[in-house]
Each structure stands twice: as structure tokens, then as C-alpha cells.
DNA sequence: AAAAAACCTTGGCCTATGTCAATAAAATGC
DNA sequence: GCATTTTATTGACATAGGCCAAGGTTTTTT
């Protein structure tokens, strides 16, 4: 179990805290689409992703997944709920068969919370949340889906060759039909091209940018 | 200045630590609509509201302001931004005449951050912003204007007395007109009546709740 | 390699909400 | 209390982006 001293938040502790972190907390394996926790849940563990992919969205009235945010391994889960004792204010759902550590919560917060080292780094947490928040908020509300798909290209011009088309769209929360249209209309406009293998090639960084 | 006590955030300091605190602010007074930071700027200071209003909101494409958060006195603003040293990711507008304590950002993290009840009370504050934010995406991606109508309706009965419907429409970033045509409905349907002086009184609250 | 499934593209249509404009009503200033 | 400015209401119209359907591709399964 070297494997807690590997995440962020529990690299400075002691050997003696690590051993008294292993009483409380237990791995539990996952598959691609299982959840995780529902919105409403109520929170028990604090989650920390080991392995695999795991999403989190929020569903609207129509039923339809609104995208927030992937994990990737390392990543506190939902530490807000837990601070609160609110109920998860969204549904995460593995992405790949996944790994996790489950920590019991009130335990945790009796032993450790006084610890300067570990308040820092949930600070930092937090903090990344926070960002991540304003970026959904900042993708959502403020930006049309020519400049959705436009950011989406520069700052991930890679992941558009492993994704699939519908996984992108999913990721900014626009139908395929509205990625495939606006990707047409960038094509038109000598803005992107592509090659064979049907990579995306990005010809007008400039024009790209200023969409935004 | 007992001011400094009253501010959730420093009320467990010693008088010695108040001191200190002191020679590194400075109160500063503003008017209504003055602007505290643009969305874009440095931060430099931290800054606490003592008195007045404050709103925080970003700018769309087409330069209209999407409402995301009012702020009251003892609010501690933008703290996102200093921890990260990024530029402010909104803008800060006073809404009344109103007084604000500004902060040296570098010499506060000098001196108080190994402060345990600090930062006990920073990872409070920015609690309270990661609801705030989610709140700002449940209102704006999730909830339909009828809903987001419904919802204020239920959750601030006594301020829709006090706010013109220009004002709840820009909280709730929606048009004017719109919100004039969303209450017509609702009035038409019975879940909503309007007394003299024009104050409307929710007559079925369930059906209103169902409408979320 | 054939069959099935998943994915992409394109067209047509729909809906929620915004925009513009005109008028009515209310609030404010003098 | 009248005049002016600010708000509220209503109608007609515009628009972005979703939804559905159909045809063509690509990928996966067998």
C-alpha cells in the first residue's frame, strides 16, 4: 500500500499516519459505467481515484448529461460534499474500470484534519475544483459552440485524433451533428484541414483564437 | 479598528496578530458602480468587504454581463486568484456606495498562512465559493428560464417587494421580457397572484416547487 | 470477409429565448 | 401635480442549437 504515498494529498504524512490512514480506508474495484455516487447521494467515504477515469456531470431537465469534469488517478473526489455534509451535488460515473480508495470520512476528519500539511493540501484541492468550476461556467454560459470547439482544438489539438467525435461533443456538451457542422464550417474558412487518417490539422492558429 | 474582529476570517486572532494585520491594510472607499478589478487583472490585494455591495460577473461574446454573484459585508473576495496568481477570472462592480479592506496579498501570506485557524477559515471561504459556483451552473446550464423564475420565486418570496423586475431579470440573467412573460404565465396558471402594490404572492407552492 | 454495430454527415424542422419596437404604466424631478 | 424619465408589457421576428431521420462510413464482431 506504498500506493498512499504516492497521492498528493497524503505525501507528507509519517509512516505511523499512513498506517493508522490504511485502518480507515479500503480499495475498491470498478467497472467502465458503473457510478460511483448519484447526485443526491449522501457522502460516506472520501473518494480518491487510484486508477481508470471517472466523469462527473450533472443531468438537466430533459434528462441529458451535462459534462463537468473527468478525474484522472490522484484526484480527491468531491471533497466539498464531505466539508459540508451536503449531498453530492452531482453523479460520477467510471469511464474505464477504475480503481478507488474509499476512506472513512469521519475518521479521517477526527485524526487528520488538524494536521497543517493535509489542510494545505485540501486547500489546493479546493482551489483546483474552484478553477475547474469557473472553466465549466466560462464553457457553458459564456462561450457559443464555435468557441467551444475552437478553444477545444487549440488546447487539445492531440486528443482530437484518439477521441471520437461523439466523445468530444460529449465533453463539450453539444450534439455531434452541431461538432460536425461547426467543424465543416472551419474547414470551409481554411481554418483547420485534414490530412489522411483523418487527423485535424489546425492552419490558422490566429483566427482560431480570436473566435474567442 | 475592531472592524478586523468582526470578520469571520480573522476573529480567532490574538491583539498582536490583529496589529500586525493592521500595518499591512488599509480601508479604501468606493462609489456605486465603480469597479473594484476587471475580469483579466492582476491581483494585488486581498480584499474584504466591510460595507455596501458588491457583484461579480463575466462578460459574454456579446458584452452583455452574466450575473454570477453578489457579495455582502465580511465576504472575502477573489481569494481563487491570489492563491494561484491568475489574473482575476471576473469582474468586481460596486453595486452601492460601499468600503473595502484591502490587503497586502504577499506580506498576509508571509506571516499568517501557518496559522491553522486561517487557514481553517480559508478553506470555509472558499467552500462557500465552489456552492456559489455550482449554484451559478445549476442556474445557468441546468434550469430553464420557467425554472429559474420559479425557483427565486420560492427562495426570495420577500425580495421580488423590494427589486424591480429589471433587477431580478439581470440576477437571473435573463431578459426583462422574458421574465414579464414567465410571470403572466404563472399568474395565468394560478401558481401566482399580484395584490395592490403590486406584490405578488405565491398561491401554490408545491406546484411551483415541481417546476425545478 | 460478411454482417452488425457504431459513428459521421447532411437536411429539415422545432423550440426557447433573445432582439427590436411600440405603447402603457409607474416613478421621479421640479 | 405636471413633465420627464424609467420601467413593464406585448407583439412580431430572429437565431442558435437541439431533435429526428436517412444515407454513407468506419469499426467491431463473428
Known amino acids: 500500500m506504498d500506493r498512499l504515498r504516492d497521492i498528493a494529498i497524503f505525501s507528507h504524512l509519517s509512516d505511523t499516519q499512513l498506517e493508522k490512514l490504511k485502518k480507515i480506508s479500503s480499495v475498491k474495484k470498478y467497472r467502465a459505467k458503473e457510478i460511483l455516487f448519484y447526485e443526491g447521494d449522501e457522502p460516506v467515504y472520501l473518494h480518491v481515484l487510484l486508477q481508470g477515469t471517472l466523469k462527473v456531470y450533472k443531468t438537466n431537465h430533459k434528462g441529458q448529461q451535462i459534462f463537468l469534469h473527468q478525474f484522472y488517478p490522484g484526484g480527491l473526489v468531491a471533497e466539498l ?6 449531498p453530492y451535488p452531482a453523479t460520477a460515473e467510471f469511464m474505464s474500470d477504475s480503481e478507488v480508495l474509499r476512506i472513512d470520512y469521519k475518521a479521517l476528519e477526527k485524526d487528520f484534519f488538524k494536521n497543517p500539511d493535509i489542510s494545505f493540501e485540501i486547500i489546493k484541492s ?35 485524433k484518439t477521441l471520437k467525435n461523439t466523445q468530444v461533443a460529449s465533453i463539450l456538451n453539444l450534439t455531434p451533428e452541431t461538432l460536425s457542422r461547426t467543424l465543416s464550417k472551419f474547414k470551409a474558412s481554411g481554418l483547420i484541414e485534414v490530412g489522411d487518417e483523418h487527423h485535424i490539422r489546425i492552419v490558422n492558429r490566429d483566427r482560431l483564437q480570436e473566435m474567442l
Open 81 to 86: 460534499a464531505h466539508f459540508e455534509t451536503i
Open 126 to 160: 479546493l482551489i483546483a475544483k474552484h478553477k475547474i468550476l469557473i472553466d465549466v461556467i466560462q464553457k457553458e454560459v459564456i462561450l457559443t459552440a464555435e468557441a467551444k470547439v475552437a478553444k477545444f482544438l487549440l488546447e487539445n489539438e492531440e486528443l482530437f
